[in-house]
């Protein structure tokens, strides 16, 4: 897998901020108190290097620029996968994508791959 030539068109990983709130919460994390605030940081974005594909509502994969996509598939190598399996939402080329769901990896021989797939959630 090679990286994009075009620095917007790679795929940018980011996580859920977190925090720890003072006192008791439920379990949820959220604080019995209401006046208790949570403080909270925004862990730094990864770009890795992965396999991408847009895929339209047909399912039908479709090249990049001719329709908005509206679905992602991600490949990404084992040896990155414990870097981005706690990111909450991808940015690609301006759009932000969730994860919907996950297969289970696959192998051969010694390269086992993840495959994520993710929602438009905007669309530019």
């Known amino acids: 897998m090679a990286s994009p030539s075009i620095s917007y068109e790679a795929v940018t990983w980011h996580f859920a901020p977190t925090g ?57 190598f084992d040896e990155d996968w414990p870097t981005v399996k706690d990111s909450t939402y991808v940015m690609v080329n301006g759009c932000k994508y969730k994860r919907s769901h996950e297969y289970a990896p696959y192998a051969l ?16």
């Not at 890795?48 to 509502?57: A, T």
């Not at 390269?111 to 994520?116: A, F, G, I, S, Y």
Request: aromatic residues 6%; hydrophobic residues 40%.
């Open 109 to 124: 021989f010694d390269v086992t791959l993840h495959e994520l797939h993710l929602e438009a959630t905007d669309v530019v």
């Open 20 to 76: 720890v709130p003072a006192g008791q919460v439920d379990g949820d994390g959220v604080p019995f108190d209401p006046t208790v605030t949570i403080p909270t940081a925004e862990p730094t974005p990864v770009r890795i290097e992965c396999g991408v594909e847009y895929i339209d509502h047909n399912a039908e994969p479709v090249p990049f620029g001719s329709v908005v996509p509206a679905t992602l598939r991600l490949t990404v």
